[in-house]
């Protein structure tokens, strides 16, 4: 059963189209990862489904509830952490946990145990009479994941839960987050991928408002592991070493392939799938010398899932070499443009 | 709702602002009482509450300037719009805080004409009238100055706004007396100048061109209809619609013993409009944020 419903959102600043038609839907007791870069609509997506945002036009729902038609009862279901912990600096960590509490209508002989479970869960008791302001940064964070947890609401929804904490606490943070698997929803946003792969069960990653991917990290990880590339300088004219690769290499499941010409011969770089890569570079040796072509130099090239990431997403600030590579990416990329894994 | 209600009672009462502007009120009150009833020997109660009004000039922007611009600020606004309450409980449980924390100098200095009572005569029922229209004048002061925090982020700007309206109110009875004997066509440019500003506002609220030049352009066509059709009205018509908005000036009224029903009417409509405003000021942001 998905818990969570999303159909052509679509949320417009002005003319700048900030989440563009965006449907996926998310299984009760699972963990997803929201990944992109910075700007890419991560928070607006999470605000939207929070109620913080109205959206341009699409729908929502939470745990069958409309977030724009019935938004109390939506609510109730949903514990949000926004990019910013929405504390109050002049209260103390109960005060500010009684009064979510009481706000989100937690009965009153509940009230207490509630405050007492989710500041054992992120590890605030010792601080629970402190004034928030006097708190260091990853503590109001603790107190942000806090307010969030309490009422035990079904869907919980971090936005990037693990910024401003030191790495221990990273790791403590991420365990709970891992702990909440199966009786919550959650909806973690993050740009370091290794967060998401090492607590997330589904990766949403998503660019310029729109889905670029859904998967299981693993096969995402699959997918693109698969492609190996091969990048050889070959001593023979552009054409020629095209007819080279597409005569010998005819058989193998061949993905992209790009010729150019460099300063002692063609500058040839292919990509192929499923392949060893040191079984390929040895065919492409001794086919090149049935050939009598002379291979001047010869790099193969994995692909990481932090490079799957920036070449789905675009993004700019990858290392020159990968800027390089970036025109070689096969047109088509394998994994489903929409919500593959949607059910 | 009244955990909200209750969380900004105790954020007023935690903080410096509730106590100063308590202590403002009752200072005042205490102030203007001892001037005019015991060393003035009048037994007019009244007459304390209307000259104490301008305390409101400098409480209002005190109480009010953090409602919401500070929420904003910090970003917990955010907070309360993912909690199960609607924009309408949000504002009404902050406005109430807020009338809450004004009642309680009030209540204060409403014991003052029990006590002058054990001194000499007092029209009690003219002192209690006019202590009811200067809370109901609070009112409408505090949705001003709540509906100015919501529009904006800084609280430091929502005080010198709230500030800069409620003197330009408060003088502005004294103000329109410049106009005595205007002729109608200076009514007609203060109208037309009313008309254009009005559109300016618009365009501050919605960020909307067209729907502030149409606002603007429909209120320039009204100003202009009315003139042509009746325009010996129009003599000493900006004077009097001064005098009229001037939310001070109908407590002065108070003062001399004219209890009118229309100005505690006009009191509790504004403070009913402001607070409609400032629902649709954060309906607004959920839009645009």
Redesign the interface.
């Known amino acids: 059963m998905s818990v969570i419903e999303v159909k052509h959102l679509t949320k417009r600043?002005g003319k700048h189209l900030a989440v563009d038609d965006l449907s996926f839907s998310v299984e009760e007791g699972e963990i997803y990862g929201f990944l992109g870069p910075n700007g890419a609509g991560k928070s607006t997506t999470m605000?939207i489904l929070?109620?913080?945002?109205?959206a341009t036009s699409g729908e929502a729902t939470i745990n069958g509830f409309d977030i724009f038609e019935e938004?109390?009862?939506a609510?109730?279901c949903?514990g949000?952490l926004?990019?910013?912990p929405?504390?109050?600096?002049?209260?103390t960590v109960r005060?500010y946990l009684q009064?979510?509490a009481?706000?989100?209508?937690v009965p009153a002989e509940n009230i207490e145990s509630e405050i007492q479970r989710t500041m054992g869960l992120t590890g605030t008791k010792e601080y629970e009479n402190r004034l928030i302001r006097h708190l260091s940064k990853g503590y109001r964070q603790r107190v942000g994941i806090a307010?969030a947890l309490i009422g035990d609401p079904k869907v919980i929804i971090l936005d990037e839960p693990t910024v401003g904490l030191d790495p221990q606490q990273i790791v403590e943070i991420r365990e709970l987050i891992a702990s909440l698997k199966g009786g919550h929803t959650v909806i973690l946003s993050s740009h370091i991928l290794s967060e998401v792969q090492s607590v997330c069960e589904k990766v949403i990653i998503i660019d310029h408002g729109r889905i670029v991917a859904l998967d299981t990290p693993e096969n995402l990880e699959k997918t693109f592991r698969q492609s190996t590339s091969i990048h050889a300088v070959l001593e023979c004219e552009p054409e020629r070493a095209r007819e080279f690769v597409e005569a010998h290499f005819s058989g193998l499941p061949l993905k992209g392939i790009d010729v150019g010409t460099s300063e002692s011969g063609s500058l040839l770089k292919f990509t192929l799938g499923d392949v060893d890569e040191k079984e390929l570079a040895r065919s492409l040796f001794f086919a090149a010398a049935d050939e009598r072509i002379a291979i001047l130099s010869m790099e193969t090239k994995r692909l990481s899932l932090e490079e799957v990431f920036l070449k789905l997403t675009g993004e700019k600030t990858a290392p020159a070499e990968m800027q390089q590579e970036k025109e070689f990416i096969p047109e088509e990329p394998e994994i489903p443009e929409n919500g593959g894994e949607a059910r | 709702m009244k955990a909200l209600y209750k969380h900004e009672m105790s954020s007023y009462l935690t903080s410096p602002i509730g106590y100063i502007v308590i202590a403002l009120l009752v200072m005042f009150g205490g102030i203007f009482t001892s001037y005019i009833s015991l060393k003035g020997g009048s037994g007019r109660f009244e007459y304390v509450l209307g000259n104490m009004s301008f305390v409101y000039i400098i409480i209002i922007p005190v109480l009010t300037m953090r409602s919401f611009a500070e929420e904003r600020r910090q970003k917990t606004d955010q907070l309360l719009y993912s909690l199960p309450l609607s924009s309408v409980e949000v504002v009404l449980a902050k406005y109430l805080a807020m009338l809450t924390v004004l009642l309680i100098p009030i209540v204060i200095v409403g014991l003052f004409p029990l006590i002058l009572m054990a001194y000499g005569t007092v029209n009690i029922v003219s002192a209690y009238a006019a202590l009811g229209a200067f809370y109901l004048l609070g009112m409408a002061l505090i949705a001003v100055g709540m509906f100015i925090s919501s529009v904006t982020d800084n609280q430091i700007v929502a005080a010198v706004i709230t500030l800069g309206l409620l003197l330009l109110n408060y003088f502005l009875s004294s103000l329109s007396r410049i106009l005595v004997s205007a002729s109608a066509e200076v009514s007609l440019i203060g109208f037309l100048v009313l008309a254009v500003l009005f559109g300016l506002v618009v365009f501050l609220l919605t960020k909307n061109w067209i729907a502030a030049g149409i606002s603007s352009l429909a209120a320039v066509i009204a100003v202009l209809v009315t003139y042509f059709v009746n325009r010996n009205s129009y003599a000493n018509l900006l004077m009097l619609a001064m005098d009229e908005s001037s939310l001070f000036g109908r407590m002065f009224n108070f003062m001399y013993e004219t209890f009118r029903l229309i100005d505690a009417v006009i009191f509790l409509g504004v403070a009913v409009v402001f607070t409609v405003m400032t629902v649709q000021s954060l309906e607004k942001r959920r839009w645009s944020a």
Do not use: D, H, M
């Open positions: 600043y605000n929070t109620g913080c945002l109205a938004p109390k009862e609510k109730k949903i949000y926004p990019e910013i929405p504390v109050y600096g002049s209260r005060e009064f979510v009481e706000a989100k209508k307010e």
